[in-house]
């Protein structure tokens, strides 16, 4: 269950102090990620491609420890379990937000994110697992490429964002330019890039 933390008995005591007040303490990195075995296993499994994407930043999340805390308003919440966020287009054409737990096995996580997803999408009603995980909030933008997306810093919504657009093919291969929006006080540059290095990994490794 998460549970409030004293910030100074964590490795981010430092980065607590100096970011939790900040008038802008989100950071956003951008990477172009290779996706070429996520497209062969999306068409040999016929599984949803952003499904895979979502499963494989689970993957990678799991492996940063930064990602277990959070900061919810002024405390530090620690969380004992992830999920990843993704947005569906419901049934009157507008937008509604579905979370799904984090978890190891592909074939479980499908299985959820398909029931969850069409579930939010037939009742309009979002799916939020925020008491209960610390959630990665993404956004596939399939109608356009893009480069990659600055968020905003509303104070409410602190928890890391990705964002992507259409993939792109340059000749045998296919690329995903992705923005990774974080909070300073949840994890530094360094912990950030690991994570990217380990989501391209997971990519890559996926069968």
Same mark, same amino acid.
Request: net charge positive; proline share 4%; aromatic share 10%.
């Given at each position: 269950?998460?549970?409030e933390?004293?910030?100074?008995?964590t490795?981010?005591?430092?980065?607590?102090?100096?970011w939790?007040k900040a008038?802008?303490?989100?950071?956003?990195?951008?990477?172009t990620f290779?996706?070429t075995n996520?497209?062969?296993?999306?068409?040999?499994r016929?599984?949803k491609?952003?499904?895979?994407?979502?499963y494989c930043i689970?993957?990678?999340?799991v492996?940063?420890k #930064?990602f277990? +805390?959070?900061?919810?308003?002024?405390?530090?919440?620690? !969380?004992d =379990?992830?999920a990843?966020? /993704?947005?569906?287009?419901?049934?009157t054409g507008?937008v509604?937000s579905?979370d799904?737990f984090? #978890?190891d096995? +592909?074939?479980?996580?499908?299985?959820n994110y398909l029931? !969850?997803? =069409?579930q939010?999408?037939? /009742?309009?009603?979002?799916?939020?697992l925020?008491?209960?995980?610390?959630?990665?909030?993404?956004?596939a933008?399939?109608?356009?490429?893009?480069?990659?997306a600055v968020g905003?810093?509303s104070?409410?919504?602190?928890n890391p964002?990705?964002?992507?657009?259409?993939?792109?093919?340059?000749?045998?291969?296919?690329?995903?330019?992705v923005?990774?929006?974080?909070h300073h006080?949840?994890?530094?540059?360094?912990?950030?890039g690991?994570?990217?290095?380990?989501?391209?990994?997971?990519i890559c490794?996926?069968?």
């Open positions: 269950m998460p549970k933390v004293d910030p100074k008995n490795t981010r005591a430092a980065a607590y102090a100096l939790m008038p802008n303490p989100m950071v956003t990195f951008f990477k290779d996706i996520l497209i062969k296993v999306s068409r040999k016929n599984m491609l952003n499904m895979l994407m979502d689970g993957k990678a999340a492996q940063v #930064e277990y +805390l959070l900061p919810v308003g002024d405390k530090l919440i620690q !969380y =379990r992830l990843v966020n /993704t947005i569906v287009k419901n049934k507008e509604s579905c799904v984090q #978890e096995d +592909l074939e479980k996580y499908n299985m029931k !969850y997803t =069409r939010v999408a037939q /009742t309009c009603r979002d799916r939020d925020s008491n209960d995980s610390m959630v990665i909030g993404t956004s933008i399939i109608d356009t490429e893009i480069d990659g905003m810093n104070g409410i919504f602190n964002f990705i964002i992507w657009g259409r993939y792109r093919k340059r000749w045998m291969k296919y690329y995903l330019p923005s990774f929006q974080f006080t949840q994890m530094d540059g360094a912990h950030a690991v994570f990217l290095e380990h989501l391209q990994n997971e490794s996926l069968k």
